[in-house]
């Protein structure tokens, strides 16, 4: 089986992710060597790690095939005409002790 654009993408865009994550702990380790603080990664894997997102999600895009119409008009009846489910009715529960006739609250 041969591989589309989009599988292609998706395989760059993860060896970009492990490239930008060996990058990143090269960086962590020149910087345990040189006895400095690590105060964030630098801009190149940040660059580095969003072009592989983008790259990514193109690809999954590109393997996925096209998007299909979602349409509420194909189904006439209302959103709630599928709420009626018998199968989950229960209708022994505590409410039933209580007096269908209660006597009104005094109010002070």
Not at 19 to 31: F, H, I, K, P
Not at 80 to 98: C, E, K, P, Y
Request: hydrophobic share 50%; charged share 15%.
């Amino acid at each position: 089986m041969a591989l589309s654009a989009g599988g292609a993408m998706i395989i760059f865009g993860l060896g970009l992710f492990m490239y930008a994550a060996w990058s990143a702990l090269q960086y962590r380790d020149m910087l345990k060597l040189t006895q400095q603080e690590f105060a964030s990664v630098p801009l190149l894997v940040k660059i580095e790690v969003l072009l592989a997102a983008v790259s990514c999600m193109w690809g999954s895009l590109q393997v996925s095939g096209d998007f299909k119409p979602v349409s509420s008009l194909k189904f006439q009846r209302g959103l709630d005409a599928n709420t009626l489910r018998v199968d989950f009715m229960s209708l022994n529960h505590r409410g039933q002790i209580m007096p269908l006739a209660a006597p009104p609250m005094k109010q002070s």
